[in-house]
């Protein structure tokens, strides 16, 4: 059974930062941070493998966010700098279903509860 619970979110100015944590438990993964704005279809941000040496970035995110983990406490992160209102969405962990790193959100069987990130202008 995989266990994931976000922590970190809340309410930031236009052009602060963030950091989202997600404590995984119960499988050996890549993992994946995707967001939901409301009335949007929920959408990839990033994702890295097991071993972190790869990461893969949304064009809208990449060179702001930076995605790791650290498996030794089973905590993946999410830094967020640089943060617009059109960050502003519920931000959910995801564990994939195998190894390699996916955008898709169909590739990933386990969720999150989500945690709110609020940028105000």
């Known amino acids: 059974q995989v266990q994931l619970v976000e922590s970190g979110g809340g309410l930031v100015q236009a052009g602060g930062s963030l950091r989202l944590s997600c404590a995984a438990s119960?499988?050996?993964?890549?993992m994946g941070w995707f967001r939901q704005a409301a009335g949007s279809e929920r959408e990839f941000v990033a994702g890295i493998t097991w071993s972190g040496g790869r990461t893969y970035y949304a064009d809208s995110v990449k060179g702001r966010f930076t995605i790791s983990r650290d498996n030794d406490k089973n905590t993946v992160y999410l830094q967020m700098n640089g943060l617009k209102p059109e960050d502003t969405a519920v931000y959910y962990c995801?564990?994939?279903?195998?190894?390699?790193?996916?955008?898709?959100?169909?590739?990933?069987?386990?969720w999150g509860q989500g945690t709110q990130v609020t940028v105000s202008s």
């Open positions: 119960g499988r050996k993964t890549a």
């Open positions: 995801a564990a994939a279903k195998n190894t390699y790193l996916t955008p898709f959100a169909t590739q990933y069987d386990y």
